[in-house]
């Protein structure tokens, strides 16, 4: 299974764009990038995920290197409820095992 | 969007005692499903994967008749806490992997939806 590498924490202010990056050197041919959200006291949820390139929905953007090696996940436009912390996770296979790394402890400040 | 359900939320128990967390997911069938435990300001820690009809895999360092699991059908697996002490307190989590794959390249992968937690108190 890649391991991840996430900034612990980051700091934002409402209304300001957030980049997230996320390391992961030895991902596999098949591995799919994946990001999930999670509030204090809640499971996690998730917010988008990709395979190479840019991935965009309505609440973030993925964008994805060539190499594959790192994938960024940004946020327009932060407001105070985007606090919380950010995983970014790499698998593949409709059964694979799902590990957590750190993660990032986004607080966004007025 | 698919959703997973845990019950209950919160408990509190004596220690010895045992305590049963289920994990359903209301919308669609699970074959495979995650138990995570986690510590304050720590990040989620995979306990075991719960296979329907089958024994559950256990992560290293978990001890699974502690921790039993049980995935008897397609949207129910249950993690019963066996002789609970102090050091059991924890947010349990669950997961359970959707049947629908997400674009984007080679293979297939099912979004992972997430239950609510559980908290579970040993005094």
């Known amino acids: 299974l890649a391991k991840t590498t996430q900034p612990i924490s980051m700091d934002s202010y409402e209304g300001q764009e957030v980049n997230i990056t996320c390391s992961h050197n030895n991902i596999a041919t098949n591995d799919y990038i994946t990001w999930y959200q999670q509030f204090p006291s809640q499971g996690p949820r998730f917010i988008i995920q990709?395979?190479?390139t840019k991935v965009t929905n309505e609440v973030a953007s993925l964008f994805i290197p060539a190499d594959r090696k790192s994938s960024t996940l940004s946020l327009p436009r932060v407001s105070l409820s985007d606090t919380a912390v950010y995983y970014c996770l790499v698998g593949s296979g409709g059964g694979f095992k799902t590990i957590f790394g750190a993660g990032t402890r986004l607080f966004v400040k007025a | 969007g698919a959703v997973v359900s845990q019950h209950p939320s919160w408990v509190i128990c004596k220690s010895g005692t045992s305590v049963k967390i289920e994990c359903r997911s209301l919308d669609f069938q699970a074959t495979t499903m995650f138990w995570y435990r986690q510590f304050p300001k720590q990040s989620l820690m995979l306990m075991a994967t719960s296979n329907e009809g089958s024994k559950a895999t256990y992560e290293q360092g978990v001890e699974k008749d502690k921790f039993l699991i049980n995935h008897a059908s397609l949207t129910l697996s249950t993690l019963t806490v066996t002789s609970a002490h102090p050091e059991d307190s924890s947010f349990y989590i669950c997961?359970?992997?959707?049947?629908?794959?997400?674009?984007?390249?080679?293979?297939?992968?099912?979004?992972?939806?997430f239950g609510e937690g559980s908290r579970l108190t040993v005094l």
């Open positions: 997961s359970a992997r959707g049947d629908r794959g997400k674009a984007g390249g080679l293979g297939y992968t099912g979004e992972l939806f």
């Open positions: 990709g395979y190479k």
